[in-house]
């Protein structure tokens, strides 16, 4: 009796072994199964596109591009336009301007000593393909767009921008950028918190780490992205809500998302910038990714941009702002300067001013996005060296054409 009990307590301690065994082989056998740097959660890419038109970027400081000014020079020569003025007459005209000239500045300025007409967007354009600036002039650029569309409906579309490029990032190297953020959490909540850190002026340092991560960003034009993708530059046009001639007119760069597949594109333009994250291969997949279902089909790509069709390569955006108000879109300090990103509903005059910075005045045909650049005063310049922080109150005032006029406030702290 003893004897069988025994033997019956034998097998089924051999069985439960057993088991254990059998589900520990099932374990590795699916861990075996998945894909290398891979996560279980892993999307393939969202199809999302920006739009940024020139009279927006034109505000770009010459600076913000991340090159030297014979680097800058070499890219421009790159423009068949400029092809016969020598490097060096560009590199000594853009060390002759100053710290905060902008884009439209050092145009200006080309267009004096030259003769010749060039728009922002070409420029943006060759300087994106230098391959000598990339990855930190493509995340210069993508930390100036962010700032520019703070606030607006395009911000979203960004945000899908960068939770790709986050998607596509090891998990050794997404622990890096948790790191480098402060902040944990899916590629899409990564991507909000970067977002806001780049319209603010920071981490572009470390969004060229990512850029670099994904792999070699190199040189395209528009009609070579739409020949990596497997298309016409007609399709590719179609899928982007741009002009053919106008993307044959754009380059830039194409950088690889990493293990997620896909490719982003920076193209620029006569016209402007646009931004867009494409799968390798477009074809019906419905892919989840930040919360929100975007299906993609043979035929078509889905853009998260919120902007109008237009014949450039970029249209003008929508923005959200109350009828016949100024409305203030973001504002941040670079060095001793304050920059205002402010909207105007409609014609008229818009006056920027405050205590301790210079007064800056603007006149418009149209509702329009500007960017304000107002420097401190010598003696708030003074007054920040002396007490280490000085907070700035900037006023924006709008006198329109007709109707009633309206304001609209930003404080900063300059330190």
Do not use: W, Y
Not at 285 to 299: E, F, K, L, V, Y
């Amino acid at each position: 009796m003893h004897s069988s009990t025994r033997t019956i307590r034998a097998r089924r301690a051999l069985r439960a072994r057993l088991a254990v065994c059998a589900s520990a082989v099932s374990v590795v056998a699916l861990l075996a199964a998945m894909p290398v740097g891979a996560s279980a959660t892993e999307s393939p890419v969202t199809p999302a596109s920006v739009n940024v038109d020139s009279g927006e970027l034109a505000d770009i400081d010459v600076s913000a591009l991340g090159l030297e000014s014979s680097e800058l020079a070499s890219a421009l020569v790159k423009l068949p336009a400029l092809s016969a003025v020598p490097t060096g007459t560009l590199d000594s005209l853009i060390g002759l301007l100053p710290t905060n000239a902008t884009l439209q500045d050092l145009l200006a300025e080309i267009k004096a000593a030259t003769g010749v007409e060039i728009t922002v967007g070409e420029a943006i354009g060759v300087a994106l393909g230098d391959a000598v600036a990339n990855p930190d002039i493509l995340s210069h650029v993508l930390g100036e767009v962010a700032s520019l569309l703070q606030g607006t409906p395009q911000a979203g579309a960004l945000e899908a921008l960068l939770t790709n490029l986050i998607g596509g990032l090891t998990p050794a190297q997404l622990t890096q950028l948790e790191g480098q953020l402060g902040a944990s959490g899916s590629p899409a909540e990564l991507a909000g918190t970067l977002l806001g850190k780049l319209a603010n002026g920071e981490l572009e340092g470390e969004l060229a780490t990512v850029l670099g991560d994904l792999g070699s960003t190199a040189a395209t034009t528009g009609s070579e992205a739409a020949s990596t993708l497997g298309m016409t530059a007609g399709k590719l046009a179609s899928e982007l809500g741009v002009g053919e001639e106008a993307l044959n007119a754009a380059s830039g760069t194409s950088t690889p998302l990493g293990s997620l597949g896909g490719v982003l594109d920076s193209l620029a333009g006569p016209a402007g910038l646009t931004l867009a994250t494409e799968p390798s291969t477009p074809g019906g997949t419905s892919t989840t990714n930040g919360g929100s279902t975007t299906t993609t089909s043979d035929t078509s790509m889905t853009s998260m941009s919120a902007s109008t069709t237009s014949p450039g390569i970029a249209s003008p955006r929508k923005t959200s702002t109350a009828p016949g108000k100024v409305k203030i879109i973001s504002h941040r300090v670079k060095g001793h300067v304050l920059v205002l990103v402010v909207h105007v509903p409609s014609a008229g005059e818009t006056t920027v001013s405050g205590a301790h910075a210079k007064r800056e005045l603007r006149k418009t045909k149209a509702a329009k996005t500007m960017t304000f650049k107002v420097p401190l005063t010598d003696a708030a310049i003074a007054d920040v060296r002396r007490r280490h922080k000085l907070k700035v109150k900037l006023t924006a005032a709008f006198k329109p054409a007709s109707g009633a006029a309206s304001a609209a406030s930003a404080t900063f702290e300059v330190r």
